[in-house]
Nanobody
């Protein structure tokens, strides 16, 4: 399984950004998909995940109501739609594939910088 995240960049506080993660090398619908992030000098933290259909989702409290995870099983892509961005959302964002208990496959990450 290979995962390639993209879509990061510089955005002002209050703005929006959408990340994409392209999945290849396996059966996409066999996996739950997740987004994690790691801010400078901090541990990696869970952001959001969804089950194979996208109908069951979970969010960290810090992003609930601002971020939405969406997957397109026809395109083997999972998205993280981010709105009302805050400087504390600045981090490298990683997508991962696995199940709700553990994620064994990881992409390389894409940097999101939110300026105040």
């Amino acid at each position: 399984v290979q995962l390639q995240a993209s879509g990061g960049g510089l955005v002002q506080a209050g703005g929006s950004l959408s990340l994409s993660c392209a999945f290849s090398g396996g059966t996409f619908t066999s996996y739950a998909m997740a987004w994690f992030r790691q801010a400078p000098n901090k541990a990696r933290e869970f952001v959001s995940d969804c089950n194979w259909s996208g109908h069951t989702t979970h969010y960290a409290d810090s992003v609930k109501g601002r971020f939405t995870i969406v997957r397109d099983n026809a395109k083997n892509v999972v998205y993280l739609q981010m709105g009302s961005l805050k400087p504390e959302d600045t981090a490298v964002y990683y997508c991962a594939a696995g199940n709700f208990s553990a994620y064994g496959y990881w992409g390389k990450g894409t940097l999101v910088t939110v300026s105040s």
